[in-house]
């Protein structure tokens, strides 16, 4: 079983940055073989794809909505993954859920269905 756990969510204007955090945890997570994501869901909308990593060699996928301004990454030593999100804007405002896919995973996975651990989320408001 993993846990995954999210903050640094917040308010913030548009333009500004946020970083949120994901600490993952668990008797079998070592963080290897695991595919970690980023996911948001915005009020009467499905949740949507945001960002992927393959824990084993980095490699990162991004929703096109998000390119360039979004960065995912990993801490091994803390088992975390973060999101850094800058030049934020009012349409990103959503519940943001990180989510874990393994062990024995490596692809990056984009569909909500594809993952099997989810944290509780945290909210980012982005104000005009």
């Known amino acids: 079983q993993v846990q995954l756990v999210e903050s640094g969510g917040g308010l913030v204007q548009a333009g500004g940055s946020l970083r949120l955090s994901c600490a993952a945890s668990?008797?079998?997570?070592?963080?290897?073989?695991?595919?970690m994501g980023w996911f948001r869901q915005a009020p009467g909308k499905e949740r949507e794809f945001v960002a992927t990593?393959?824990?084993?060699?980095?490699?990162?996928n991004y929703a096109d909505s998000v390119k360039g301004r979004f960065t995912i990454s990993r801490d091994n030593a803390k088992s975390t993954i973060y999101l850094q999100m800058s030049s934020l804007k009012p349409e990103d405002t959503a519940v943001y859920y990180c989510?874990?896919?393994?062990?024995?995973?490596?692809?990056?996975?984009?569909?909500?269905?594809?993952?099997?651990?989810w944290g509780q989320g945290t909210q980012v408001t982005v104000s005009s």
């Open positions: 668990g008797r079998t997570f070592s963080g290897y073989h695991y595919t």
């Open positions: 990593l393959s824990w084993d060699d980095g490699s990162t």
């Open positions: 989510a874990a896919q393994g062990p024995f995973s490596s692809i990056l996975y984009t569909a909500p269905r594809d993952y099997n651990y």
